[in-house]
């Protein structure tokens, strides 16, 4: 899930944006690579696409350990939709906005906040035990005069209050999650960045799928007769159609 996470941050279109205006356009990177930017962005492309593809393996991995037979099946859903076969349109249309996709993300963060949160209470709580429990077996061998503090009983109400900071994030990490909602999550974030890699490098690269429309920022496009790699509806063509001629054999 961080993993996905920091790729959708990348994504985002002031992010990309930077890329074009800041790294691309360095002499160091223009210098050692090309200056065609087109190329430039179809490498970038390429390694964002490479991390996508290593997500989407580990993701298809979990699928088939899932109960729905739709996440079993993810590795052949990505792969049709890498080669621009959507059947749910509109979803592609709503994904491919920014601000659209950002509530799976922000769950994404909670969830690994959470969870981050309680891996770190249980280690800190390990060790609270384990030093209550040297101070219990030095208690028993020393005389009780020696022991003037109540350090055992701060200690046992550290303990108790731990116990509940660790009980409060179990519920709203992923320990208090199905394995087959985590997995559907991170595969409807791998639909979505993937749609978002489309939207951003589409009019620069031509190996990806137009599942999304170009965005406006002030970007150069690819050729209008470049190959649709989309399903749905013949569009019939704009140009006004003329009737055919027919010439004689004279």
């Known amino acids: 899930m961080s993993r996905l996470i920091s ?13 074009r205006n800041g790294p691309l356009r360095s002499r160091g990177v223009r210098y050692l690579n090309s200056e065609d930017e087109f190329h430039l962005l179809s490498l970038a492309c390429c390694e964002k696409l490479d991390e996508l593809d290593s997500a989407a393996f580990t993701v298809s991995r979990l699928g088939r350990r899932c109960s729905d037979p739709g996440l079993r099946c993810f590795s052949y859903d990505y792969e049709d939709l890498k080669q621009g076969i959507v059947v749910a349109r509109d979803r592609v249309e709503f994904y491919s906005k920014q601000g659209n996709g950002s509530k799976i993300f922000r769950k994404m963060e909670k969830y690994v906040s959470a969870t981050t949160q309680l891996h770190a209470g249980l280690e800190s709580l390990a060790e609270m035990e384990a030093s209550e429990r040297k101070f219990q077996m030095l208690k028993l061998k020393l005389e009780p005069s020696k022991f003037i503090t109540n350090n055992g009983c701060i200690d046992g109400q550290r303990i108790a209050a731990q116990r509940k900071q660790i009980k409060r994030c179990r519920e709203t ?4 999650v199905t394995f087959d909602k985590s997995v559907r999550l991170m595969a409807e974030a791998i639909r979505v960045i993937f749609i978002r890699m489309c939207k951003l490098f589409g009019p620069f690269v031509s190996f990806l799928p137009c599942l999304a429309r170009s965005s406006n920022l002030g970007m150069k496009s690819k ?11 013949i569009q019939k063509s704009s140009i006004p159609s003329t009737p055919p001629r027919f010439y004689s054999q004279e």
Do not use: H, I, M, V
């Open 223 to 233: 050729p209008k007769n470049a190959q649709l790699y989309a399903s749905g509806p």
């Open 173 to 176: 990490s992923l320990w208090n």
């Open 7 to 19: 790729l959708y941050s990348f994504l985002s279109e002031n992010e990309f944006t930077r890329l």
